[in-house]
T-cell receptor
Framework: DTGVSQNPRHKITKRGQNVTFRCDPI?????LYWYRQTLGQGPEFLTY????????KSRLLSDRFSAERPKGSFSTLEIQRTEQGDSAMYLC?????????????FGSGTRLTVV | GESVGLHLPTLSVQEGDNSIINCAYS??????FIWYKQESGKGPQFIID?????DKRQGQRVTVLLNKTVKHLSLQIAATQPGDSAVYFC???????????FGTGTRLQVTL
C-alpha cells in the first residue's frame, strides 16, 4: 500500500457539468475525510466517514455535493451543476480511529477548474 | 506545479540555520495538534504531532513546542535544508471531533 490515492489529479469542466472524484485510502484505515483547499488557504473540512457511515458534514458541503463510501473502502465525491466557485483542490485523507498514530494521511488531491 | 499559498507569510532562512515557524490556534478545547508540510502540487505531509498533555516533542530534526496558556504552537527545524522549502500548516483537533482545523500556513524559503 503506497498511501492515499486520488483520481483524477486534474479535472477541467464547464460550469453546470457534474464531476466525480475518487479516493482510495490506506487499506487498514477506517476513517476517510474530504477537505477542500483554495489558493493561499489551509484545507477546510468537508465531510468524513467511519467505515461506510458518513458521520459529519460541514456547512461548506452544499446540496450540490454528495460523498459516498459504499463498502467502507474507497470513496467518491460528486459535485453537481458545478460553479466557478467550486474551483479548488479537493483533498482526501484517511486515518485509524485512534489519533496520534502518525496523524491523518493525505492524498495528493484532485485539482478542479471550472470554466 | 501550481503554487500553494501565494500570499502567505514567508520565512526566509539560510541553509544550515534553524527555522522556527509559529502558529496560534483558536480552540482552547483542542487536545491534539499536527504540523504538516505541503509542497506545490502535493497534499499535506505529516511532520510531527503532539497531544495537549505534553509541552514538547522531538522528531528527526524537528521539535514541536506547545504553550496551552497562550494557545501557541511552534515548529523548529534544525539545520534547515533546501528540501525543507514548502508551506507549513498547523492543524488542531478536539477529542469530540474527528476533523482537523488548519491554521494559516507559512511559506518557508531556504536560501543557499
Amino acid at each position: 500500500d503506497t498511501g492515499v490515492s486520488q483520481n483524477p489529479r486534474h479535472k477541467i469542466t464547464k460550469r453546470g457539468q457534474n464531476v466525480t472524484f475518487r479516493c482510495d485510502p490506506i487499506s487498514e484505515h477506517n476513517r476517510l475525510y474530504w477537505y477542500r483547499q483554495t489558493l493561499g488557504q489551509g484545507p477546510e473540512f468537508l465531510t468524513y466517514f467511519q467505515n461506510e457511515a458518513q458521520l459529519e458534514k460541514s456547512r461548506l458541503l452544499s446540496d450540490r455535493f454528495s460523498a459516498e463510501r459504499p463498502k467502507g473502502s474507497f470513496s467518491t465525491l460528486e459535485i453537481q451543476r458545478t460553479e466557478q466557485g467550486d474551483s479548488a483542490m479537493y483533498l482526501c485523507a484517511s486515518s485509524l480511529m485512534d489519533r496520534g498514530q502518525g496523524g491523518y494521511t493525505f492524498g495528493s488531491g484532485t485539482r478542479l477548474t471550472v470554466v | 506545479g501550481e503554487s500553494v499559498g501565494l500570499h502567505l507569510p514567508t520565512l526566509s532562512v539560510q541553509e544550515g540555520d534553524n527555522s522556527i515557524i509559529n502558529c496560534a490556534y483558536s480552540n482552547s478545547a483542542s487536545d491534539y495538534f499536527i504540523w504538516y508540510k505541503q509542497e506545490s502540487g502535493k497534499g499535506p505531509q505529516f511532520i510531527i504531532d503532539i497531544r495537549s498533555n505534553m509541552d514538547k516533542r522531538q522528531g528527526q530534526r524537528v521539535t514541536v513546542l506547545l504553550n496551552k496558556t497562550v494557545k501557541h504552537l511552534s515548529l523548529q527545524i534544525a539545520a534547515t535544508q533546501p528540501g525543507d522549502s514548502a508551506v507549513y500548516f498547523c492543524a488542531e483537533n478536539t477529542g469530540t471531533a474527528s476533523k482537523l482545523t488548519f491554521g494559516t500556513g507559512t511559506r518557508l524559503q531556504v536560501t543557499l
